[in-house]
Nanobody, 125 residues
Framework: EVQLVESGGGLVQAGGSLRLSCAAS????????IGWFRQAPGKEREGVSC????????YYADSVKGRFTISSDNAKNTVYLEMNSLKPEDTAVYYC??????????????????WGKGTLVTVSS
């Protein structure tokens, strides 16, 4: 059974930091790209960042470049999203997803096969 379990969300003040984790199981982790997405209240889901475990390539949405860092621990089948200099507009439910044939297009990521249930990040002003 494929599982993607996010953790690390919470309440933080603007300017603060959080680290999200996505623990994966049930598929060949090294073959997949893992992406982070978010959905704010009343808004569409958007891509945040993505990493290809096959070669370590990373991608970021313009809105988070320079503030967020994605990384992968292939030994633990876990992907992390380090979020610094958080802003109130970063408030959203953050989801991780995995895809075998992911395409990155203008900061968004397509082709995800599996999704987690999400973790809430709230940034207060």
């Amino acid at each position: 059974e494929v599982q993607l379990v996010e953790s690390g969300g919470g309440l933080v003040q603007a300017g603060g930091s959080l680290r999200l984790s996505c623990a994966a199981s049930g598929f060949t982790f090294d073959d997949y790209a893992i992406g982070w997405f978010r959905q704010a209240p009343g808004k569409e889901r958007e891509g945040v960042s993505c990493i290809r475990n096959s070669d370590g390539s990373t991608y970021y949405a313009d809105s988070v470049k320079g503030r967020f860092t994605i990384s992968s621990d292939n030994a633990k089948n876990t992907v992390y999203l380090e979020m610094n200099s958080l802003k109130p507009e970063d408030t959203a439910v953050y989801y991780c997803a995995a895809g075998l044939n992911v395409v990155a297009v203008t900061g968004d990521f397509y082709g995800m096969d599996y999704w987690g249930k999400g973790t809430l990040v709230t940034v207060s002003s």
